[in-house]
């Protein structure tokens, strides 16, 4: 059994002067994760954000932006340009695409280089690697277009590979509940006061979707031993107030080694999580954002052979 | 410009009782390449082997056995069916596949997965991944058949990736010279004795077969920023009286990270080298091979982000 956790993303802001992206409702939304070839499960609403459940991963749509992540071997460039089509170039203010290194990038549908040329065939885009090609390495791209995000857009990535130990046990494990998944992942203090949207997947996985006014988290479990995956993300400053919620995560889920990517925000761990060995990469956008990109992972460790049967 | 210096690895012996190997002669070698999509640039022999320089990477011939590694997009596997097909299945005594992570998997004919199925359709293979999906990674398989190497009988691997520095610098400038690539990794010194037969590749790349006796060593070289890959391959022992030559590479290219692989040696390197954070796996094989693998990268640093065109 193997499953892709790793996103690919898409975040785009339209022009003032736009209708509302949540006003376009339920039809509209489908057919964009559609052509992700993805489906909606359920949705969360609170007066700022429609945050729709994903059968591969997620989407918020705010008046607007909205933010998509799917993963597994989904085809998010098609609803980009889905996306860019409807509205039209003109209403486009803002748009990132990101892919991530994946376990298998063989398996997907498409290569970074091969979405970039299609996004390229209808708005200029900006492409970045952070990270070698022979470690972990993310992949960038923004439309190139002046852009200044307001005070306090920051957004931060946690995205960690092979976890380990009683939590990610009983991840793997049958039979798990979203309310045993929540008990595990210590949800009630690590997301205080949000509400949660969230679902088990079979035989394994789980996601969850959290409002708070207007912050927003997301959470995705790919748990399956060998190619374990989770990602984090969320606009609450990880680093500053917020940042035990990266310790606390790491503290779970004991992943063998782990990224964050900070947009406009450094996200923070304690000292015990930055002993380990890091790679880092920043770089400023020429849309106002600043990204910081970091891998870290364990210290020096002996890994058993894998059996493949 | 991306050229995939990542080499597929096929190495069988066979039943005594057969009629050596060389015997074959050229024909049957150049069917054996042409399978895997490659093609004879020359060849070396001295009494023991028939060293051929391919035009992606290396195929060394002695009576018994052979070992042949292609880089590129090669179809490795195709020369190992025909091979087994030729000879028939009950001569093989010994025979082992290799593949090491990719830098772009997407862009390789086939999979591991696959090449496995098509082997395993005409013999039993065991197969085994060393190191984790996140990072280096090396897969193994090899005829589930018992056998016993003989005394001495150890090979060893050194694969950089991300070479820097001078020498780094010279191998991806125009106007390189076998004379000029020979005199900057210093294989006078490295590889004392040795007759050695090269090509330089336009437009970068070298390729060094070398012989002396009973020994052999092969070095390739795909140069290419953002994506450089050198392997260093030989029987002689890594682990002990030559363990200068792998301490002499990493000082001259200077990778920013390198793995060993070693069967029935383990490769040594100095402290300084021996200081870089490491991943370890070993693995003792049914066919007689203990296998150790290491992957080790430099200390913490910060990467600068690429900017894809």
């Known amino acids: 059994m193997f499953f892709e956790g790793s996103e690919k993303k898409l975040e785009v802001v339209i022009k003032t002067g736009n209708a509302s992206l949540r006003s376009r409702g339920r039809p509209f939304w489908e057919s964009m994760v559609s052509a992700a070839n993805a489906e909606i499960l359920s949705i969360l609403s609170n007066e700022h954000c429609d945050a729709y459940l994903l059968s591969e991963s997620s989407l918020f749509v705010w008046d607007d932006r909205f933010l ?61 690697q952070l990270g070698y090609l022979d470690s972990h390495h993310h992949y960038l791209a923004h439309f190139n277009n002046p852009y200044e995000p307001k005070i306090a857009d920051h957004t931060s990535e946690l995205l960690m590979y092979h976890i380990e ?109 930055q002993a380990h060995f890091v790679e880092r990469c920043d770089l400023m956008l020429n849309c106002g954002y600043k990204v910081q990109f970091t891998h870290r992972k364990a210290k020096n460790e002996t890994l058993l052979p894998i059996l493949s049967l």
């Open 165 to 273: 130990g009683d939590v990610a046990d009983y991840l793997r494990a049958e039979n798990q509940t979203c309310e045993g998944i929540r008990a595990r992942l210590d949800l009630e203090r690590l997301l205080p006061g949000f509400e949660l949207n969230d679902f088990v997947f079979s035989p394994c996985g789980y996601s969850v979707n959290a409002l708070r006014g207007t912050d927003y988290a997301t959470i995705h479990i790919t748990p399956e031993q060998n190619s374990s995956y989770v990602s984090f993300e969320s606009n609450l400053d990880l680093g500053g107030e917020y940042s035990f919620i990266l310790d606390g995560l790491l503290e779970i889920l004991k992943p063998h080694s782990w990224d964050t990517v900070g947009f406009n925000c450094e996200p923070r761990v304690s000292k015990a999580n």
């Open 68 to 128: 998509m992540l799917t993963c597994g071997t989904t085809t998010l460039v098609n609803s980009a340009l889905l996306f860019i089509e409807d509205i039209g170039l003109n209403e486009v203010d803002f748009l990132i695409y990101q892919r991530k290194n994946e376990y298998h990038s063989q398996l997907q549908k498409s290569s970074i280089d091969e979405d970039l040329k299609r996004l390229r065939s209808c708005l200029p885009m900006r492409a970045y």
